[in-house]
């Protein structure tokens, strides 16, 4: 069954310091991949997607994520965290019958 | 601007009673998703409907049930709510092809008491 983690519950960086977000998925096929931020009281925002060809993906917000297919892993990066990126990060796997599934997120605190 | 409403952002419900939550979609989307939020749990799937009167179980549909009876409208239903149904209820819509990321309303957050 697919399934996608973030070994990261928590996660505190000061503002200007880079920032790696870990995601690992579990799919047999090639996979759909995303993520979405979630900032306090709002809803889902879509960062960026990857679907095929280059495998460094550009988002919104300055984010970007890089698909390794041996690892598994879709990890998001930015290389200077401001403290409105300060929010709840979402990892998710889409699969070829039109089903997402997410991993449990990953929140992030930026200090001043 | 395309758009996913929830008829509620909070509601407040006693243990028993039978639960309607609302999702309707303007941008024609075939997929439409009823997710379960909560915290150190992710977004959990619950039903899943890939066209009108088409539905198919997610990851944890027990003590829930779905109706699509037009493609922009997907409801949620608690036959019977209970207090560890007390949840945020995230609903989605997406194209048919893989390509389309899923879009999300603001969310429902239920109360059982």
């Known amino acids: 069954a697919q399934s996608v983690t973030q070994p990261d519950i928590h996660i505190t960086v000061s503002e200007g310091a880079s920032l790696e977000l870990r995601c690992n998925y579990s799919y047999g096929a090639t996979p759909y991949l995303f993520w979405y931020v979630q900032s306090p009281g709002q809803g889902l925002q879509l960062l960026l997607k990857?679907?095929?060809?280059?495998?460094l993906v550009q988002g919104i917000k300055g984010f970007e994520a890089e698909f390794k297919r041996s690892q598994s892993s879709f990890n998001l990066r930015k290389p200077s965290v401001h403290w409105s990126d300060a929010a709840e990060y979402f990892c998710a796997v889409g699969d070829n019958f039109n089903k997402f599934y997410f991993g449990s997120g990953t929140k992030l605190n930026v200090k001043p | 601007d395309v758009k996913v409403t929830q008829s509620s952002r909070y509601l407040v419900k006693r243990t028993g009673e039978k639960v309607f939550l609302e999702c309707v979609q303007d941008m024609d989307h075939e997929n439409m998703f009823w997710y379960r939020q909560d915290p150190g749990l992710g977004l959990r799937l619950i039903y899943f409907s890939y066209d009108v009167k088409m539905k198919e179980k997610g990851d944890i549909p027990e003590g829930y049930s779905v109706s699509r009876e037009k493609k922009e409208r997907f409801s949620l239903i608690l036959e019977s709510a209970s207090t560890n149904q007390t949840s945020m209820y995230l609903c989605?819509?997406?194209?048919?092809?893989?390509?389309?990321?899923?879009?999300f309303g603001p969310g429902t957050r239920l109360t059982v008491l």
């Open positions: 990857y679907f095929s060809g280059d495998t």
């Open positions: 989605a819509s997406s194209q048919t092809s893989a390509r389309g990321n899923p879009f």
